[in-house]
């Protein structure tokens, strides 16, 4: 399947619009999920000394920027959707870019670590190869990227008015490697649950 510029600017409006519109709903909703163990899969990675400097990259209402700041890093937020730049704005003191995923504007070298939670799989396929490579080049020398996502058949598609790309690991580690990326661990969530009962697939690389 090939997407026309027209198709992809239609995926972006119609899901930043649906985040939009359910924003405070999206916040109540995932205030309390607990993804403390893929922060933490993110820094055990990150070589040299704290604090470092991170980018959340579909930070959301800033949930995980406020768990960053408090553990001491200096942390920066990307957000597509602008209601959640706002909130992220307010409630974690941080810095918010407010950038697309396809339209990205991202210092070089600039980061110890990124923080992709439940964020690149609404990247189209055919967009990923250029979008990760960009991740790549934010990234300091040596720098880590951790991303968690829906995994599933290698499809992609509208799932009510969000699009998003579910990959299985194996294809996920083609794009990674492509990217110039080395795997450090992925897993699956949440722990501790039998493998059909664990939709999400997270894993951390290393920039190489």
Known sequence: MSLHPDDLAS?????????????????????????SQNIEALLRHIRGNAPFTLLDFGCGPGRDLQTFTRLGHHAIGLDGAQSFVAMARVDSGCEVWHQ?????????????????????????????PRVLLQLHAALKPGGVLFSSNPRGQNDEGWS????????????????LEAAGFEELEHYYRPAG????????????????
Do not use: C
Not at 193 to 208: G, N
């Open 11 to 35: 995926i972006t409006a119609t899901t930043l619009d649906d985040y939009n519109r359910n924003a405070e709903g999206f916040r109540e909703g995932t205030r309390d999920h607990d993804v």
């Open 100 to 128: 697309d995923f396809l339209a990205l504007d991202l210092p070089a070298e600039r980061f110890d670590g990124i923080f992709a939670n439940a964020s690149l799989f609404h990247v189209p396929r055919q967009e990923l």
């Open 193 to 208: 649950m039998p493998r059909a009962q664990q939709p999400w697939l997270a894993s951390v690389w290393r920039k190489s």
């Open 160 to 175: 009510g008015s969000r699009y998003g790309s579910w990959h299985d690991y194996e294809n996920w580690k083609v794009l």
